[in-house]
């Protein structure tokens, strides 16, 4: 499943499966199969199994899964009328991590890492598809990153590596954006990374049954068409399997988690001579079987 959180008609954003060029309300659908089926509180047990935010969906565990693996009735929109939202908007943690491809670190002249470089962003940095990406006042060295970001749909507490996947719900399109001048004024890199707007999410999670290996993906950013980065999670130092055993050994994951596992070579401020965002440019990115998201760029 590709899940999407949309909106039509200026309508609140609800959860969604892309299906083609029609996209399938997840709760319209399964009230629909409920009444069908003679449920008195049809409606009342949807909402409850298939609420908006995708994070209580996923804490919905197996009960919300299999309510969904049992609809018969869809509901659906075309999805040229549809407005697509950040898929997920309100994780409970989300984790960054740095210096995670061997050509990456290489280019910022970096050692490689023994462990993981762990930073956070907040979720007010996260940002629809297609809304413009802020450079902060001050900023003259605003920077992209694809990455692919990992949500975690079962809690995670001490997981060994061989079963790290089995508690990864899904992946979608991160951006990594970042203020550099600000990001290097000191050891910690977290000014140049929390700003509003600095974390471009979707289009959409594609569920583990759609990513069958998260380690033979591309990755792809272009700047007003020009290709900037182009990666392959082969070529990660951390893969997802030990990031999640990783983290799941600093703290408990949860579900509705969300993992932005770092970013190939390509970023503007390693190209000789730099090259940063301006406003007016567009961010688009691409991951094999993620789709596309893209974002322009504007002062705040």
Request: proline share 8%.
């Amino acid at each position: 499943m590709k899940l999407v959180r949309f909106s039509t008609n200026g309508q609140s954003p609800r959860l969604g499966a892309l299906q083609g060029e029609r996209i399938a309300d997840l709760q319209a659908s399964l009230a629909a199969t409920l009444t069908r089926r003679g449920v008195v509180r049809a409606q009342e047990i949807a909402a409850a199994l298939v609420p908006s935010s995708t994070r209580a969906f996923l804490e919905g565990g197996v009960a919300a899964q299999d309510a969904i693996a049992g609809i018969t009735e869809w509901v659906t929109v075309p999805a040229s009328n549809a407005r697509l939202h950040a898929p997920i908007t309100d994780p409970g943690k989300f984790i960054c991590i740095g210096l995670n491809y061997r050509d990456h670190a290489a280019e910022a002249n970096q050692p490689i890492p023994k462990e993981p470089p762990i930073f956070a962003k907040w979720s007010n940095a996260i940002l629809d598809p297609g809304e413009p990406i802020l450079r902060p006042r001050g900023s003259q060295q605003l920077d992209w990153e694809v990455e692919l970001g990992v949500v975690i749909g079962r809690t995670a507490r001490f997981v060994a590596k061989e079963q790290a996947l089995d508690h990864v719900w899904g992946y979608t399109i991160i951006n990594d954006a970042s203020a550099r001048d600000f990001q290097f004024i000191t050891s910690q890199w977290m000014a140049g990374k929390i700003p509003e707007t600095f974390a471009p999410v979707g289009p959409y999670i594609a569920d583990a049954s759609e990513i069958r290996d998260p380690h033979v993906l591309e990755l792809k950013l272009w700047v007003n068409g020009k290709q900037m980065q182009h990666g392959n999670t082969k070529t990660f130092i951390f893969d997802v399997r030990y990031l999640v055993s990783y983290l799941s050994g600093l703290m408990t994951l949860s579900p509705g988690d969300l993992i932005a596992t770092g970013t190939p070579p390509g970023v503007g401020f390693a190209r000789k001579p730099p090259v940063f965002l301006q406003p007016g440019d567009v961010c688009s990115l691409e991951i094999t079987g993620l789709g596309r998201l893209e974002n322009p760029v504007k002062d705040a």
